[in-house]
């Protein structure tokens, strides 16, 4: 059970799901998903059926690139929580590198576009795993929507629920349809150029949380240590 939601946990839930409901919203309008793998292999395994085997190809592409995303994830990452760790800024680089490769090749209309796409989502998808026990998703809903069903059938039994928990789901939810919202609404400006808009919003907060980590783990305590000495000496 969640017991204490820190503010960064909830910012964070919020701002990654809405970033993948950006890039999924665009992805849909030119009939690309590159973060519902359910509905993915579905489609695959539709086209093995009809015989459509360079479409069935094609979308199992995608699947393997989110798959190398989050293989990606746990190579840099190294962990299954979510806790304070520079790791985290060097993926959030790497994912707002894959989105940046991957506009010219969408402007181009090929394939290779939708891949850095789904490995960028899959990266950041398995980035955010877990945190006191809530199973963190910011790229799809099924397993959020499943919970509040269950959370909704507890009340009505009049047991209790993990309200913190679901106060992040809700908020990963809140995030992923926002971003859907502003994803279509830009990329009719912008055409696909508009995922230049996360992808540089990724690679601040990327520099900008391995920059804060960097400076709380080695600038501060130093810091402290010579305020420390200097504090003895005066006192002597």
Known sequence: MVTKLPFWVLLGGVGLSFIAGYINAIGFLHNHAVTHMTGLVSQVAIGIEQGEFGRALQLGAVIFAFFSGSVLSGLVIQQSSLQ???????????????????????????????????????????????????????????????DFGIAIGHLLRGWPIDTLRFKLYGAVLFGFLTGGIFGVWLSTYFGFEAIYFPATLLGVLGVSYFSFVHYVRFIRPKRQAVAKVYENATEL
Do not use: K, W
Not at 87 to 116: H, K, Q
């Open 84 to 146: 304070l760790g520079r790791r985290y800024g060097a993926t959030l680089i790497i994912e707002s590198f894959l989105l940046f490769c991957a506009v010219p090749f969408l402007n181009r209309n090929m394939d290779m576009g939708y891949y850095l796409a789904a490995m960028a989502c899959g990266l950041q998808n398995a980035m955010a795993t877990t945190y006191s026990g809530a199973i963190i998703r910011t790229t799809h809903l099924t397993g959020f929507i499943n």
